[in-house]
């Protein structure tokens, strides 16, 4: 690919090779989990290398040159491990997790204000010690803390410290196909226990911990915050405000969210490199009346700076605003020093700088989709905005919009079919009106903080802002409600991934190199693309199995035969809404399945699942007033829902039974007292709720 400086090479871009050497040690250290002593002796033989190297006659260099560049790989890809290793809380030598066990009490400093949620207050808390005969153990490790509304202490806040009593859960995935990996994320930000605490639960103590920085933060948030409340009166606009000035997220409304994530335009909402360009761009445009100013040049970089890096803080340093900001901070540096810096090497040392703060952001998909949308943006805006000349300067800016959108699309495109299974189909029409809209709400809401002190002017800039953003969410939400605003349930993994940027590097090198290797390479990637997906979609119209999913307080089980499917279970998961989205939909999705009033191979008749070689009993409340009406049967599994009223005993009297599986719709009280009955009589048993969802083969 080419920009302005023509085309790219490792050469000109040296931070690019470093960086991808420490992300390949990063990856292999996180999946394949080697001491760090191994990578410790690695980087140390490396440096010999290359030092012995040093000491070779020039003559002898150029045939062993390559030995010289192989040794720095080796070393960087050793200091990734090692960097990887490190930040791995759960190496270290206080990591709760080597101490905690079920009783024990545990002081935790709280990390943030609570957050009101539909049934309870919610916090992340850091543990700093642990009980251990009468004695305290200093501890390391995030915990998630859920207080009842009940009783609440009302003194709780940023720095409260209190003493857990209450079990602490280990943080677990519902491990629902394709679903979502809760556990990892949480491991990535350091978060590995959670508990619902009540009066009693815990003991509130007199000390407190703070820094001042975090204070600054969360009471300059909680500012901000109190203003938006105070003067935008609608909850749906007053979330989106929140979220678009500060990246305060906990109020917006699930449905709301998927909106915009449907048209293409969730970057609106989260604090990202757009965000900072407005930001970036208002600042540059307030200084340019005083640029033949000589205190200017020195004002203006550091007011930007800091500028920049205190919404980053505002915005809880989150990785998209982080590596947003540490981008403009360097195109901020070369203007400084009236220097044109390597746009390239800006990108990736602002990755580098990301990745040695915490290395796990490598497997944040806003990390990804971020760099990949500014380095298409980069390579490929120049060339799709050529394509039209405009001298209207509307039609002009309306095309050069475009042109961003389109370009940031093409690196884009396989992260989000791979993240999201959906690709939004109208989001050029809804990038070019909702992305200037946005800018503007944004500057307005900047003037209503500004003003805040003078009611009546606030009170104008807050109706004015809730206006706008009223019309936004309407046009976003109306065009969502289009039937063909996304193309969805779309399946992509990993192997498709890279055989997309196969095809998009070898066609894009091609088209504008004329290389006739890249045109081949492209030709190939989507051949074996499509060769993939064919074979998969074979395989699964040949599958028939059962799931039992978990989710919490709800029965749901997919019926599936070849590419179709039979639900059974809560109503409430048969309409569309967060819980089918989050929990069944990526399982569909993998599955490649629909839905089916009756299936070919399988039927499904009175609570009973027969196939060929399977049959399933189903007991819940329908099965309880009907039970007269069953036969004596060997059933391979039976599975118990919605806390039905029986016991082991009974059911052992009535069926002989292979295989016990309880689901996540019935109490804890309920399923412990079916598992020991069934160890009492040595039954097997799975339990969904402990052990994630159960499948099997029909």
């Known amino acids: 690919m080419n920009n302005i400086h023509g085309k790219i090479t490792l050469q000109k871009v040296p931070l690019l090779r470093l960086l991808l050497s420490i992300i390949v040690g990063i990856v292999v250290q996180y999946y394949f989990n080697v001491h760090n002593a191994y990578y410790v002796l690695t980087a140390i033989i490396s440096v010999l290398v290359f030092s012995i190297f040093g000491l070779i006659p020039s003559t002898k260099k150029i045939s062993l040159k390559p030995i010289e560049g192989i040794s720095l790989i080796i070393f960087f890809v050793s200091l990734g491990a090692l960097l990887c290793y490190q930040k791995n809380q759960t190496h270290e030598k206080e990591w709760i997790g080597k101490y905690y066990q079920a009783g024990l009490p545990v002081m935790v400093t709280l990390q943030e204000p609570l957050v009101v949620r539909a049934k309870s207050f919610k916090t992340l808390a850091k543990a700093e010690a642990i009980l251990i005969n009468n004695q305290w153990q200093p501890i390391k490790g995030g915990v998630l803390l859920y207080f009842s509304k009940e009783n609440i202490n009302s003194e709780l806040k940023y720095g409260s410290q209190i003493i857990i009593t209450n079990p602490l859960v280990e943080i677990e995935n519902a491990n629902n196909p394709g679903g979502f990996n809760y556990k990892e994320y949480c491991l990535f930000q350091h978060i590995y226990y959670q508990t619902f605490l009540k009066q009693g639960g815990y003991k509130t103590l007199l000390t407190s911990s703070t820094n001042f920085l975090g204070s600054l933060i969360i009471n300059t948030r909680s500012a901000i915050l109190s203003i938006i409340r105070n ?301 993939y997906g064919t074979i998969d979609i074979y395989i699964k119209l040949k599958q028939q199995k059962m799931i039992v999913y978990n989710i919490s307080q709800h029965s749901a089980i997919d019926i599936i035969d070849g590419n179709k499917y039979l639900f059974v279970g809560d109503s409430v998961l048969k309409q569309e809404g967060f819980l089918t989205n989050f929990h069944l939909k990526p399982s569909r999705i993998l599955n490649r399945i629909t839905a089916a009033d009756t299936l070919s191979s399988i039927s499904f008749n009175q609570n009973i699942i027969q196939s060929n070689h399977k049959i399933i009993l189903i007991i819940n409340t329908s099965f309880i007033k009907n039970k007269s009406t069953f036969q004596k049967l060997k059933f391979d599994a039976i599975i118990i829902t919605n806390n039905a009223d029986v016991t082991i005993k009974d059911i052992n009297a009535a069926f002989d039974c292979n295989l016990y599986v309880f689901d996540a719709s019935s109490a804890n009280y309920k399923v412990t007292n079916w598992i020991k009955d069934a160890t009492l009589a040595h039954q097997p048993y799975y339990s969904v709720a402990e052990k994630g969802t159960f499948q099997m083969a029909l």
């Not at 590596?323 to 810096?341: P, Y």
């Open 231 to 531: 003067n935008i009166n609608n909850p749906a606009e007053q979330s989106v405000a929140e979220a678009l000035l500060i990246g305060y997220r906990d109020d917006l409304d699930k449905d709301l969210v998927q909106a915009y994530n449907n048209t293409g335009v969730i970057h609106i909402i989260i604090i990202s490199g757009l965000r900072m360009g407005m930001i970036y761009g208002l600042l540059i445009f307030l200084f340019r009346p005083f640029k033949s100013k000589k205190w200017a040049k020195l004002v203006k970089p550091i007011v930007i700076f800091l500028v920049l890096w205190g919404f980053c803080l505002i915005a809880g340093a989150a990785p998209s605003a982080t590596r947003s900001t540490v981008m403009f901070s360097f195109i901020l540096l070369g203007e400084s020093l009236n220097r044109k810096t390597n746009i390239y090497n800006n990108l990736a040392l602002s990755a580098l700088i990301i990745l040695l703060i915490n290395p796990f952001s490598l497997w944040d998909a806003g990390f990804q989709l971020s760099y990949a949308a500014v380095l298409s943006i980069i390579l490929f805006y120049r060339h799709i905005h050529s394509w039209l000349y405009l001298k209207n300067k509307s039609l002009e800016f309306i095309w050069s919009l475009s042109a961003v959108t389109l370009s940031a699309q093409i690196l884009t495109l396989p992260l989000i079919l791979f993240h999201f299974h959906q690709l939004p189909t109208l989001f050029l029409f809804t990038n070019v009106l909702a992305v200037p809209f946005s800018c503007i709400i944004l500057y307005v809401e900047l003037l209503l903080v500004i003003f805040s002190p003078f009611t009546f002017l606030a009170g104008l800039l807050g109706r004015l802002t809730g206006w706008m953003l009223a019309l936004m969410n309407e046009y976003i939400i109306n065009v969502n409600n289009l039937p063909f605003s996304v193309w969805s349930d779309i399946h992509v993994d990993l192997p498709q991934v890279l055989l997309l940027y196969g095809f998009i590097i070898g066609i894009v090198s091609w088209l504008l190199y004329k290389n006739k290797k890249g045109a081949l390479l492209g030709m190939l990637s989507f051949l074996f693309f499509l060769g």
